[in-house]
């Protein structure tokens, strides 16, 4: 099958946790977010970046950026179907709150 590009939100979350309230850039002259995105079963599929293929990658939100880029070719990231099955892809970043929609089950 084909690979699925997919790219990482940042925002503000709602008074639950449980969602974002509002999509937003991360602060102009902040550092870059780096998010490590991962498959939990790299048999069903992998994640695909221009580093290669692998159970985990990274992919980097830049300052003025409320996402990730959204293709491989500008430094995103794609879901790899390798073999029928199910995995989770999370997305994780130090300093930052995961919302339910930061793993979905593929």
């Known amino acids: 099958s084909n690979n ?10 709602n008074a639950a946790g449980t969602g974002i309230t509002n999509f937003q850039p991360v602060r102009p ?6 998010v490590t995105v991962s498959s939990s079963d790299a048999s069903v ?11 985990s990658r990274t ?11 959204t293709s491989v ?3 995103g ?3 790899d179907p390798i073999a029928a099955g199910q995995t ?5 970043a130090p300093g930052v709150t995961p919302v339910a929609s930061a793993s979905q089950q593929v």
């Open 29 to 34: 002259g902040a550092a870059p977010l780096t």
């Open 45 to 55: 599929g992998q994640l695909n970046t221009t580093a290669g293929s692998a159970q």
């Open 73 to 75: 070719a500008t430094g």
């Open 59 to 69: 992919v980097t939100i830049q300052p003025g950026q409320g996402n990730s880029p």
């Open 77 to 79: 990231v794609a879901f």
């Open 88 to 92: 989770t892809v999370s997305a994780t």
């Open 4 to 13: 699925d590009p997919f790219w990482v939100n940042v925002g503000v979350l």
